[in-house]
Structure formats: C-alpha cells, structure tokens
C-alpha cells in the first residue's frame, strides 16, 4: 500500500494512511514538546474525530523525551507501534515502553506493523460499536 499522503517536515517524514501514520524521524533528533505539538497538529488535521494507530519507524537513532510519553497523547490515538531494526533499538522501546500508559507494541518488520495496526483498529472500532 503506498502512502496516501507524504509529509516532510525538518525532524520527520510522516506518510498519512487511511487508519494509521508512519513517522519516521530523522537521525540524531530529541523529539521535544515543540516538535510532538507539530505533529498533533497534523495529526489532528487527518485525523480529526478519527482513531488511528501511530507506527514509529525507527529507522534512524533519536530520542524521545520519556516524559512525554506519560503525559502527552493525542485524543484521537488508540495505540502505538514502533518498529525496530535492531537491538540498541528494540531496548529503547522497552525502556519507552515503561512510561507510555496505552497500547503499545513492539514489531521487527514495518509489514507486521501495519497489519497489526488494521487488526488492532478494527476490533477497537468493533467494541466501541462505530
């Protein structure tokens, strides 16, 4: 499936799907308050009243501040996948992992990613009755 539309901005490439986004942030990058609030606001824009599911692929090495992930989230997010290449990043995520309240699930492949995402926003949409 090719990206429906593709976003670039200077600290990440964000491909819009129908029910999901695929971020993939630049190299080097610390993911701030500043940049998270840029992108909600695309996010909002795509998704605005629509749940979705984030996949974050972790192509390049970055940093999130860990704080985040406990307090900020947008509205309409329902979970997160992130995808990991190796194993210096698949302990990021672990260690991320410990301070995101949500769903959140760790892949090998962007293929295994997205099609758990569809499963996993299919039976949300099933239990909300939508």
Not at 22 to 35: F, L, P
Not at 94 to 119: H, M, R
Request: hydrophobic content about 40%; proline content about 3%; charged content about 25%.
């Amino acid at each position: 499936m090719t990206p429906s539309k593709t976003i670039d901005l200077e600290f990440v490439t964000i491909q819009i799907q129908e029910h999901f986004v695929i971020s993939t942030i630049a190299e080097g990058v610390t993911i701030d308050d500043a940049k998270l609030n840029k992108m909600f606001e695309i996010f909002t824009l795509y998704y605005k009243h629509r749940p979705f599911v984030s996949i974050a692929n972790r192509t390049y090495d970055y940093t999130v501040n860990p704080n985040l992930l406990s307090t900020r989230r947008h509205p309409e997010l329902i979970a997160l996948a992130v995808v990991c290449y190796n194993k210096a990043t698949k302990d990021i995520a672990l260690f991320e992992q410990e301070f995101y309240t949500g769903t959140y699930k760790i892949f090998e492949t962007l293929n295994d990613a997205k099609n758990w995402s569809a499963q996993f926003l299919e039976e949300y949409l099933k239990k909300a009755g939508l």
